[in-house]
């Protein structure tokens, strides 16, 4: 069986090989090594940074419109320019500054001569040169991508504040007066026997507003249903005290997905959850005795000052609401 000879003749779009080989016109390199103008080369680069600029004055125009509020049309404006600098910079780039021109090998012997290692040696040395002279791009385009990458976090910012313990924590605290949506305190004696009250705690008022006037607490896992069984309450350990004059105090929130409990029996001592009709035990430290439900209603710790107004001691005595990923069962 004959070998067959390596082909002769002028290379075909078939004798395709990598980039970097010797292209019709005898020579390697990039768009700008064929073109041989220094000036226009310095052009086409300026413009490259050029547009990279652009995308970063647009990322950091909009890092300091997320950081000042947000306004919609702005950030719509700002993001464009970020983004169409970006990509208009990676256009020029790879017109005027990467191979176009068909690159082609003509097959032959694997072993190299001295000829094509010398040539493969300049070729080395000029790629470095290209590279070098790269920097300026590189490091627009970076800055570019930086100060994009940045400015995305600040969306971030729209989601709200960290939540901290705020998942686990509500306005109450020492001295906290439990107040109704039309923002009046609550004294002991509005609740009747068997009765049942919505309360809220009071926010006090903002010291920078003298006109300003104590207000209910608008977050959603404040809402607290103060009842006065006619049944002594079970203290649970450590909550002795809890129930002054025969008052009780529980989250409204049910431990199952959070709906409100308002339904009171006043004949068993029960609250009922109208959503999925979990029970809890009023008597027994709101304990849950039915349903899906299964821990009890956080209990608010209260205490009935000087005046006669209903005082919160503290917090509840655990977060209010439907259970989340690190909360104690």
């Not at 493969?120 to 570019?144: I, T």
């Not at 709906?259 to 959503?275: F, I, K, T």
Request: with cysteine; net charge negative; charged share 25%.
């Amino acid at each position: 069986m004959s070998e067959h000879p390596p082909p002769s003749g002028p290379a075909t779009p078939d004798d395709r090989g990598c980039l970097g080989c010797e292209g019709p016109d005898g020579r390697v390199g990039d768009a700008d090594a064929a073109a041989g103008d220094p000036a226009e080369t310095r052009r086409s680069e300026m413009a490259v940074a050029s547009a990279f600029l652009l995308s970063t004055l647009g990322a950091i125009g909009l890092g300091v419109v997320y950081w000042r509020g947000g306004q919609v049309q702005f950030e719509g404006l700002l993001l464009a320019v970020a983004l169409g600098g970006l990509g208009l910079g990676f256009v020029l780039w790879a017109r005027r500054f990467m191979p176009h021109q068909p690159v082609v090998e003509a097959r032959h012997p694997i072993a190299s001569t001295e000829e094509e290692v010398d040539r493969f040696r300049q070729e080395y040395e000029q790629g470095e040169l290209l590279l070098g002279r790269r920097k300026l791009l590189v490091r627009s385009a970076g800055l570019a991508l930086a100060t994009l990458g940045a400015a995305l976090l600040f969306p971030i910012r729209s989601l709200g504040p960290r939540p901290g313990r705020g998942l686990k924590s509500t306005p109450y605290q020492r001295g906290t007066y439990l107040v109704t949506a039309e923002n009046e305190r609550v004294r002991a004696d509005d609740v009747n026997v068997n009765g049942v009250l919505t309360v809220f705690p009071e926010v006090a008022p903002d010291p920078d507003d003298p006109e300003a006037e104590p207000r209910p607490a608008a977050q959603a896992d404040s809402p607290t249903l103060l009842i006065r069984p006619d049944t002594e309450v079970v203290a649970r350990k450590g909550r002795e005290g809890w129930t002054p004059d025969g008052l009780v105090a529980y989250s409204k929130l049910c431990t199952h997905v959070g709906c409100p409990v308002g339904l009171y029996q006043a004949d068993e001592h029960l609250l009922l959850c109208p959503c999925h009709q979990s029970t809890f035990d009023v008597l027994d430290g709101a304990r849950a005795v039915f349903g899906p439900a299964t821990r009890s209603l956080p209990q608010l710790p209260i205490a009935i000052d000087a005046e006669g107004f209903v005082v919160a001691r503290g917090d509840f005595s655990a977060p209010t609401g439907a259970g989340f990923w690190d909360r104690d069962r």
